[in-house]
T-cell receptor
Framework: GAVVSQHPSWVICKSGTSVKIECRSL??????MFWYRQFPKQSLMLMAT?????????EQGVEKDKFLINHASLTLSTLTVTSAHPEDSSFYIC?????????FGPGTRLLVL | AQRVTQPEKLLSVFKGAPVELKCNYS??????LFWYVQYSRQRLQLLLR??SRESIKGFTADLNKGETSFHLKKPFAQEEDSAMYYC????????????FGTGTRLTVIP
């Protein structure tokens, strides 16, 4: 089956630094990838849709200058949290769109001190 | 606006008992509905979708447009069914722009 990986699986950083999270489709090409955010005991909230070779589409309320998305190839999308602050601490999950469903990565836990 | 409601955060049933996880939705068009499952320490994965009308791991879900519901059912729960279940809606074909409910944690008691 289709596999999506994320790296790193967890990261701790100081406030004000930037953090990059990678999402890779390992055995298939994904023209569309999605980035979600999940707070404890809450549901997944779509942040943005990442399209290969074009700008990402951000959901309402998501700052595009804060969460930079790059989808430079058919197997890799990156999310960079710029100037991270403690309120950015969360669980970030990516997915890649297949034919009938989305295939999810294992998630990246970010803790900003 | 789209909305997916899963009224139960926690649900416990005994092994062998029937289980029903409720999902209600609000959407102005004709959405696609999905159930995703997340087992302990595993990633989120698709369980079933309404347009396929299939039974996966003994689970079925029927889309009731009149009641705007997509409840997940299984006649006899198994211990391995214990997991987090998310109902999701897509206004676009092919599972684009998924909107998730808050999830229900199912515990099957041996």
């Amino acid at each position: 089956g289709a596999v999506v990986s994320q790296h790193p699986s967890w990261v701790i950083c100081k406030s004000g630094t930037s953090v990059k999270i990678e999402c890779r489709s390992l055995d298939f090409q994904a023209t569309t990838m999605f980035w979600y955010r999940q707070f404890p005991k809450q549901s997944l909230m779509l942040m943005a849709t990442s399209n290969e070779g074009s700008k990402a589409t951000y959901e309402q309320g998501v700052e595009k200058d804060k969460f930079l998305i790059n989808h430079a190839s058919l197997t890799l999308s990156t999310l960079t949290v710029t100037s991270a602050h403690p309120e950015d601490s969360s669980f970030y999950i990516c997915s890649a769109r297949g034919v009938v469903t989305q295939y999810f990565g294992p998630g990246t836990r970010l803790l900003v001190l | 606006a789209q909305r997916v409601t899963q009224p139960e955060k926690l649900l416990s049933v005994f092994k062998g008992a029937p289980v029903e996880l409720k999902c209600n939705y609000s959407y102005s068009g004709s959405p696609e509905l999905f159930w995703y499952v997340q087992y302990s320490r595993q990633r989120l994965q698709l369980l079933l979708r309404h347009i396929s009308r299939e039974s996966i791991k003994g689970f079925t879900a029927d889309l009731n447009k009149g009641e705007t519901s997509f409840h997940l059912k299984k006649p006899f729960a198994q211990e391995e069914d214990s997991a987090m279940y998310y109902c999701a809606l897509s206004g676009l074909p092919g599972a684009n722009n998924l909107f998730f409910g808050t999830g229900t944690r199912l515990t099957v008691i041996p």
